[in-house]
């Protein structure tokens, strides 16, 4: 039956009795795609008849979708016209793991991070009506997501809103791992209040009908506030936001949920339709282990097991070192916001949980949370993607660095991501972290130095970031294990004109880099910067003097990076030294590799040595007067090229 589906009117034609089966292909077929591409499974296979019922209901591209986070959206992909597309999935040129509005018509929002589905839905709302137009707007958003702050700011932004705005809440008690808090505990009360009432669809609207008692009883319901009244009537805390409750719905049952849609497009003014699916669903190991089928790397079907093994990664070193922190550092305390296996602290969680906190999808608290935590005497290393960081620039700014308050911020996904792509990469935190008064910033190249600065940094004060890439930690380079010294780089080789200026995870490929130069006659400086913020500036000048030439590298956004530091010191102290940046340049970097990403951006070790060689000056005397030297520039592509400008 999936091949009669290649566009969104093709869904209304299969007759509804044969949908559960269609339910069934479209699972066999991500189970079979995602386990040779990699991908987000659990949720996926969880959101199939929720996608099939409101494609059913809806018309796109007219009618407008929003998918929160967007990693469960893949069923509305297929059904939209691109499933012949899965094969690339992630990859480079193929589509995207996300919602994209270039790659769809029916793709209304681009996202990637949580809780932003509602906003976005309610500004949809608010357009159509002031300009009149006549389209349905459908938010569809995970528990997991109804756990970050923005989803209540609009929600209580909604809540006065005359004309219809549907939302979906997918509840499959999960986040990645089992949600946490109030509105965890909240949804669970409601699903066992409806199994216990035998109530599956609102039941004010229900009493609304009963002839004379009605309308009076389902006020007097709403007024009252005890706990009893909130039992019995699940959704009060939407309804009493002046949000229309509909639920819970069982989320594979798409004649029920089909016709609660239909009802919800009739109501005028915000409502919420509360539909309960499974994680994993269809799939017996995604079912077992929905976190780790989250976000999965290609596995063997019949186990479920990865089929690559990979060396161990920076998150695995962090979650080591703060194993062992943990015993030795009765002070240190961790905090995640909702990614706990993804950040590595499984198993500190299980070993001190008291002193572990999962704050929920709230990166904006987490901070000022570990503000408090700080002062009132306790270590909080806060351990949060670089991408997902962003959101709280202020509290960074505002709670922890204005009061130079010691916070550990362990910026794990820092650089280039690979498969998530644009939404995902950190590539910004060098940027962000480095303008902020007080801060300390700092980057290993490998996982001892990792170790090292993991202690380092618990025993320092004031703020301090390290930031570490996704994938397998590099461990190379063992021979150079110097000390850490506040502020203080490490020269990793000593050469001459050409002084290679390497931040992080930079500093193996510039290795790779000056071996490979080494070959044709050129010897480059390696500095392995080691703090980015503050950096070390006698060495700097010491470097300028010695040196016709410094060159950056660092996987980080070319503005306000390391890099333009680097330039506005060298022309602060006038350093006669020309002072060149490697960097991301201008522009978001879409899903595919980590190597490719770092090809076209320049920031492999080939791109690295090309731009060296783009000096002749430099090139060894021989080989210019023998006309040896060939022509780089043109065999760069022209992504490299761009870049290589810069
Ligand atoms: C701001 C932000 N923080 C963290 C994440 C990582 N993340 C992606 S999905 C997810 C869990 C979402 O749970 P839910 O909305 O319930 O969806 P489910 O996975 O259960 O389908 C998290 C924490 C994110 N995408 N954005
Ligand atoms: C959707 C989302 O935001 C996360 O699931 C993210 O994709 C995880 O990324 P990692 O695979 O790097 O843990
Ligand atoms: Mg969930």
Known sequence: MLE??????????????????????IRKFLVEKLSETGGHLASNLGTVELTIALHRVLNLPNDKLIWDVGHQAYTHKILTGRKEEFDRLRMEGGISGFPRRT????DSFDTGHSSTSISAGLGYVQARDLKS???TVVSVIGDGAL???MAYEALNNASNLKTNFIIVLNDNNMSISPSVGGISSYLAEMRTASAYTGLKTDVTTALEKIPGVGKGMVDAIRKTKSSIKQFVIPGMFFENMGITYLGPVDGHDI????????DARRVEGPVIVHVITQKGRGYLPALRHPSRFHGTSPFEIDTGIPKKHTKPTWTDIFSTVMRKMGDREPDVVAVTAAMKEGVGLKRF??????????VGIAEAHAVTFAAGLSLGGLIPVVAIYSTFLQRAFDQIIHDVCMQNLHVVFAVDRAGLVGADGRTHQGVFDLSYLGMMPNMTVMAPKNIWELSDMMKYAVHASGPVAIRYPRGEACDGMKEHRERIEPHKAEVIHRGEKIAILAVGNMVSTAGEAVRDLQRQGINPTLVNMRFVKPFDKELVKELALSHDCLITVEENAISGGFGEQILVYAEEEKLKVEVEIM????????????????????LDTQGIVSRILLHE???PKEKIDAKECTNEEESLSEEKLENSKR
């Open 4 to 25: 009669q589906i290649n566009g969104p009117e093709d869904i209304k034609r299969i007759p509804e009795q044969r949908l559960p089966q269609l339910a069934e292909e």
């Open 103 to 106: 790659e769809s018509a029916c």
């Open 133 to 135: 137009k006549d389209y």
């Open 147 to 149: 756990t970050g702050g």
């Open 255 to 262: 004649k029920t949920m089909t016709r609660v849609f239909q």
């Open 349 to 358: 969680a299980n070993m001190f949980p008291e002193r572990f906190f999962d």
């Open 583 to 602: 960097a991301v340049p201008d522009q978001f970097v879409s899903h595919g590799s980590v190597k490719h990403q770092q090809e076209i951006t320049g």
């Open 617 to 619: 000056r430099f090139h």
